[in-house]
């Protein structure tokens, strides 16, 4: 009795639903990911870096342009009975004593003393604006005031989240408006000093007294139980992408990993360890064979130099062919006239007639 042959298998359907909703989401997938990852990017440095730059740069304009600009009570005039209450505030404001004897010179001294002399139009003009002073903190007795323009920009034109609770805070918004154009150009200020400055500590690090604090710094995190374990692992991460000395995986191999007759891809880095070659008694050459589909990781094996295949690959199509675990084969290396994916090869050749165990 002759062997049954195989069934034949059905070749899949190119025009069914599920082929293009696959083919779709796989064409659109890419982009997509790309730019979530690209903005993921962004979003780190700019929440990281960027903005405590901001901060420290919005600071130091505040402090030191407009600091003049916040007066203490003892430094104002309380307002006379002949000044109006304003809207929001009622008579809880104070006036500059320039702008007091401005006041006295115009309307007179007893004139002052009198209510409604002064009309609340004439006082909230925007040449006496800047003159007129409105608490700013949480203490129940104000201790700085700032000029009412300033406190109306921050509060009713930039209303920030959250809004700033202090004299410096609110000369930070301030700042941020006044001095510089758009908030691209305070970014980009606060970038290129992020630049200057790690460029500045490498060269303050490179030196013996930077050197030395450097060494005592990590010395002290290396004593702290949880700290040294995370540090360790950073560093190792930092240091081989940083380093100077560059890994060439120019080379893309096939060496026979992890037995005879199985093929790994993998990245020529350089010659194996003196001890093992002279052991082995033949060259030896390291390949880098990274791990499917994380090729992060992976493992450095040692092998003799004349069983290492070189292959016309280049790099970002030999990551491509480990990401995709073999799906994506590069062009030029597929096997014309096969489709392992629709007619996939018998894992065992089916048993003959004569080859068939007795009953």
Known sequence: MSAASSPKKRPRSRASP????????????????????????????????????????????????????????GSLVEPVPGLPALPEWGRNYRVSHELDQQLKSVYGVNPLHTRGTVPEEQLLNDRFLHSVYVPIG???EPQNYVPLDDYNLVFKHLRPQPPPTTAIGLYMEVAAVREFPTQWHLSL????ITILALYFLGRFLTA??????FRWFEWMLNRVPVVRNVYATVKQLTDFIFTE?????????????????????????????????????EPLVSVLVPASPMPMSGFTVMVPRGSVID????????LQYIVSCGVLIPPGQAIPGTDIGDNPPPLVEPLTGAARLPK
């Open 138 to 140: 949480k203490e129940l």
């Open 208 to 213: 013996r007294l930077g050197g030395w604090l």
């Open 311 to 318: 292959l016309e690959l280049t790099v970002d199509q030999a």
């Open 18 to 73: 599920k082929y293009f909703f696959i083919r779709g989401l796989a064409i659109i997938l890419p982009p997509v990911l790309t730019l979530l990852i690209l903005i993921w990017i962004g979003n780190t440095l700019y929440n990281y870096v960027i903005a405590p730059v901001n901060t420290v740069v919005r600071f130091a304009v505040a402090h030191l342009k407009y600091g003049d600009e916040i007066r203490t009570a």
């Open 189 to 192: 200020l606060a970038l290129s």
């Open 245 to 281: 000395r560059e890994v060439e995986f120019n080379r893309v191999v096939a060496v026979e990993y992890p037995r005879l007759g199985a093929w790994s891809l993998g990245f020529l880095t350089g010659d194996g360890l003196r001890e093992c070659v002279n052991s082995a008694g």
